[in-house]
């Protein structure tokens, strides 16, 4: 199975702050990369496909980048409703699989 | 606007058996492959099966085979899991997700229904 691992597992950032989160796969899987923002109790929203194309209805200052094996989602001018858990996921190879998650907290 | 309701969790013995019931909307259902995702409490996410538009295809996890069945009935729109002898380790907030095409190869997923929760316990 691919393993995605999410790097950090969790962040500590401010109103306004600019964050980065990555996901490594261990084989390259193309650009076929997602990403999902859940909040507490809620479930998943998808914010990214493709690595890098924003879904419909999600704001740009969210975007997402890389291909093979190494990816990134960045966070712009973050608010308040931003902090959340973030999860990458492959759909390359079955089973597909999800990272850890990265748990974005108020500083 | 897609929209997918899940129903059926509950509380159930272990070994026993349980059919999650996924109701959508809002799309031409037949054409978008459909995928199950559960969650445990506070854990992280899991794949765990998806169904083809046409329903010719199917995928199950090893933490699922031979314990579970995806179909639908695109009459009705709705998609089911059917899953026996059912494990304290299923415990989790279940998830149907629409597919963003007809097959569920190289596609991913966008919408999320809100879940429901199964809770294996005696």
């Known amino acids: 199975d691919i393993q995605m691992t999410q790097s950090p597992s969790s962040l500590s950032a401010s109103v306004g702050d600019r964050v980065t989160i990555t996901c490594r796969a261990t084989q390259g899987i193309s650009n076929y990369l997602a990403w999902f923002q859940q909040k507490p109790g809620k479930a998943p929203k998808s914010l990214i496909f493709?690595?890098?194309s924003l879904q419909s209805g999600v704001p740009s200052k969210f975007s997402g980048s890389g291909s093979g094996t190494d990816f990134t989602l960045t966070i712009s001018n973050l608010q308040p409703e931003d902090f959340a858990t973030y999860y990458c996921q492959q759909y390359n190879t079955y089973p597909y699989t999800f990272g850890q998650g990265t748990k974005l907290e108020i500083k | 606007e897609a929209q997918l309701v899940e129903s059926g969790g509950g509380l159930v013995q272990p070994g026993g058996s349980l059919r999650l019931s996924c109701s959508t909307s809002?799309?031409?259902?037949?054409?978008?492959?459909i995928h199950w995702v559960r969650q445990a409490p506070g854990k992280g996410l899991e794949y765990l099966s998806a169904?083809?538009?046409?329903?010719?295809?199917?995928y199950y996890a090893d933490s699922l085979k031979g314990r579970c069945t995806i179909s639908r009935d695109n009459s009705k729109n709705t998609l089911y899991l059917q899953m026996s002898s059912l494990r304290a380790e299923d415990t989790a907030v279940y998830y149907c997700?629409?597919?963003?095409?007809?097959?569920?190869?190289?596609?991913?997923?966008?919408?999320w229904g809100q879940g429901t929760t199964v809770t294996v316990s005696s």
């Open positions: 169904i083809s538009g046409n329903g010719g295809s199917t």
């Open positions: 809002g799309f031409t259902f037949y054409s978008y492959a």
């Open positions: 997700v629409k597919g963003r095409g007809i097959s569920f190869y190289y596609s991913g997923m966008d919408v």
């Open positions: 493709a690595a890098s």
